[in-house]
C-alpha cells in the first residue's frame, strides 16, 4: 500500500505525476498551512444535486479556472468546514478531469457536524478549504478485479472501475444495498455488463458464498468498500477461501475500544525534532499527549482510517492499530498512525 503525500507547503499547487498524456500544470492557488490539519486550498461548489435518498454529490471547482491537483484511483480529500469540522471524502470522479473534483455524502442520522452541515448549508458557490488528495486505498496491477460495494462504499471504486476498463483488465463488480432508493450511481453501474446490482428489497441480496468462489482465480484482487457488516464478511469469506492476501478493504469507519488503564501500558515518545520527552498515559493516545504539549500534528478521523496523522517511525517498536497500513508496511515498523497505535517497546522515537 502506497500513500500520497501532498507537496510542501508554497504558493502554488501542481499535479501529480502519473496521469499518461498529461503534463504537470502550475496553478495560483491559496495554499496555507493550517495548525495541526496539514496543507489545504480553497475550492468553490460549483454544483450540489441529489444523487438518491439522503447522498449529494458535489461538484468543486478553482473558479480561476486552474487545474487541480491531480489523482489517482482510491483517493480522498479533506473537507475543511465552515464549522470547524473536518471530514474525510472518496473522490469519485473521472481522475483524468482536472478541472473539478466529485464527491458523494451521505447523511449520517448520527452525524457529529460533518454530512448534517454539508447537505443543510452548503449551496452552490460555498467556498471550502480542501486538503491535497491523499491515498490509502491504491488500486494495484492485476490480471483481473473484482469489486465490491455496499452502500455509499461504491464511490472509492468507481474510478477504480474506470481504470480497469481502460486498461483492458476483467473485472467483475457487484454492489448490494437495502434499496434502490438508497443507492448512489445505480444508473452509471446498471449499465455495464460486468456489474450487478443486489438490492434487498427487491428480493436480490448478496450472496457472497457465490460471488467469491474457490475458482476465483490466483492474483485476482477483491476490492471491498462499505458498511461494517459487509466487510467483516468479506474478510471472513477470503479466509475461509485462503485468499486473504488478495483482499484490498477500506473502512470508513473503525469501532475502537475506549482505552482501558487496566490493559494498557504508559510509555516515552521522543520527538526527534526537538529532543523533548513526552510520557503517554495509559489511557491517553500519542496524539493527545503531543497536541496537549503544544506540538502541532497533522489529524482528523482519530480511528485510523483516514492517515491524515502518519508519522515517521525513527526508533522503537510500534502496536500497530489502524485500519490503513498492510501486514508488510506494520511489519516494516518505518511508519504509524500515532491517533491509535501505540508502543511495543518503553520509547518511540518519532519525526515530530
Not at 108 to 123: K, Q, V
Not at 161 to 187: H, L, N, Q
Not at 300 to 317: H, Q
Request: glycine fraction near 8%; proline fraction near 5%.
Amino acid at each position: 500500500m502506497s500513500h500520497a503525500r501532498p507537496p510542501a507547503a508554497a504558493a502554488s499547487y501542481s499535479t501529480v505525476s502519473g496521469h499518461p498524456g498529461k503534463e504537470d500544470h502550475v496553478a495560483k492557488s491559496a495554499v496555507e498551512q493550517e495548525s495541526g490539519t496539514g496543507e489545504t486550498f480553497t475550492l468553490t461548489v460549483d454544483d450540489i444535486r441529489t444523487e438518491c435518498r439522503d447522498t449529494v454529490v458535489l461538484e468543486l471547482i478553482d473558479t480561476g479556472g486552474h487545474p487541480l491537483p491531480g489523482w489517482e484511483a482510491g483517493a480522498h480529500i479533506d473537507l475543511h468546514l465552515p464549522n470547524g469540522i473536518i471530514r474525510q471524502y472518496s473522490l469519485c470522479g473521472d481522475t483524468n478531469d482536472l478541472s473539478r473534483y466529485e464527491i458523494a455524502v451521505l447523511r449520517d442520522p448520527d452525524s457529529r457536524g460533518g454530512s448534517e452541515y454539508i447537505h443543510a448549508e452548503l449551496r452552490k458557490g460555498s467556498t471550502l478549504r480542501v486538503g491535497f488528495p491523499r491515498n490509502n486505498f491504491p488500486l494495484r496491477d492485476a490480471p483481473g478485479y473484482l469489486f465490491l460495494a455496499g452502500g455509499i462504499g461504491v464511490t472509492p471504486l468507481l474510478p477504480m472501475i474506470a481504470a480497469a476498463r481502460r486498461s483492458g483488465v476483467p473485472f467483475t463488480v457487484r454492489y448490494a444495498g437495502s434499496s434502490r432508493a438508497r443507492m448512489t450511481f445505480t444508473d452509471q453501474l446498471a449499465a455495464m455488463p460486468e456489474a450487478e446490482l443486489h438490492i434487498s428489497d427487491e428480493g436480490t441480496r448478496l450472496d457472497l458464498a457465490g460471488v467469491l468462489t474457490p475458482d476465483l482465480g490466483r492474483g485476482v484482487l477483491v476490492y471491498a468498500c462499505g458498511p461494517a457488516r459487509l466487510l467483516d464478511a468479506v474478510s471472513a469469506r477470503c479466509d475461509e477461501l485462503g485468499v486473504a492476501d488478495q483482499l484490498r478493504v477500506e473502512r470508513f469507519s473503525a469501532a475502537l475500544p475506549a482505552l482501558d488503564r487496566a490493559v494498557e501500558r504508559e510509555f516515552d515518545v521522543e520527538l526527534a525534532r526537538s529532543g523533548r520527552v513526552v510520557r503517554v498515559a495509559a489511557d491517553t493516545s500519542i496524539l493527545d499527549a503531543v497536541l496537549a504539549c503544544g506540538v502541532k500534528a497533522p489529524n482528523s478521523c482519530a480511528e485510523g482510517v483516514c492517515g491524515s496523522c502518519e508519522t515517521a517511525v525513527l526508533s522503537g517498536e510500534v502496536d500497530h492499530r489502524d485500519q490503513i497500513l498492510d501486514d508488510d508496511e506494520k511489519a516494516d515498523n518505518t511508519v504509524m498512525m500515532i491517533c491509535c497505535s501505540r508502543a511495543r517497546s518503553d520509547r518511540l522515537v518519532l519525526d515530530l
